[in-house]
C-alpha cells in the first residue's frame, strides 16, 4: 500500500463476463443509506434519530469504447443480448413491458490491475455486484462527432443473498 494511505491504480470491470473497455476516468462506486427521520416537536424541526431503512447502490463510468458487445448489452438490458441495432428497442417478443429489472440483472466485477500500487497488501482486489442492471432513469447520451465517443453510464445494484447475507456488492481484499 501507497505511503500516506494514498492510493492510486487501475481496475478492470466486466459485466456478465465480458469486459466493458477502456474508461475515461474509472469507476465510481456510490452508496447512499437511507434512514426515516424522526422529528419531534420539542425540538422544532431538528431531526433527533433515524430509522435505517437500507439505501441504493451504484457504480458508474465513462466508457470509451461503446462498440464493445457488453456496453452494448448493458445499454439495452431490457432486450436481453444485443447489437447495435437494437439500441433503440422498448421491447421485442419474450421481454415484455412489465418485467422486474432483476429478472435481466448481470454480474459486474471490478478487479485491480496487476503491479499498481492499488494491487498492494490490504487495498481492494474485487468489487463483485451479481445483480447489476443500468440505473433506473439513467439517459443514454452519445454525441455524434469526429471526437472518440464517451457514454457515461450508471448501474444500479440489486440486492443479492450469500451465504444468509444480504449484499449490494462483496468486496475481496489484496494478499
Not at 422529528?39 to 434519530?49: K, P, R, T, V
Request: charged fraction near 15%; hydrophobic fraction near 40%; glycine fraction near 10%.
Amino acid at each position: 500500500m501507497a505511503q500516506n494511505g494514498f492510493i492510486a491504480g487501475e481496475y478492470t470491470c466486466t459485466y456478465d463476463g465480458v469486459t466493458l473497455g477502456e474508461t475515461e476516468s474509472g469507476f465510481t462506486l456510490e452508496v447512499t443509506y437511507e434512514y426515516e427521520q424522526i422529528i419531534a416537536d420539542n425540538l422544532g424541526g431538528s431531526i433527533q434519530d433515524g430509522v435505517y431503512r437500507g439505501g441504493q447502490a451504484y457504480i458508474s463510468a465513462t466508457v470509451m469504447e461503446p462498440d464493445k458487445a457488453a456496453v452494448l448489452e448493458a445499454f439495452t438490458p431490457h432486450i436481453g443480448s444485443a447489437g447495435v441495432t437494437d439500441l433503440g428497442k422498448i421491447r421485442e417478443s419474450g421481454n415484455p413491458i412489465g418485467k422486474l429489472a432483476t429478472s435481466f440483472s448481470k454480474a459486474l466485477v471490478l478487479t485491480v490491475v496487476a503491479n499498481t500500487p492499488a494491487s498492494g497488501a490490504g487495498g481492494i482486489a474485487t468489487v463483485t455486484a451479481s445483480k447489476a442492471c443500468l440505473a433506473p432513469n439513467m439517459p443514454l447520451s452519445a454525441l455524434f462527432t469526429t471526437n472518440s465517443r464517451r457514454i457515461p453510464f450508471r448501474f444500479q445494484l440489486y440486492p443479492f443473498t450469500d451465504t444468509g447475507v444480504e449484499y449490494w456488492f462483496k468486496v475481496t481484499a489484496n494478499s
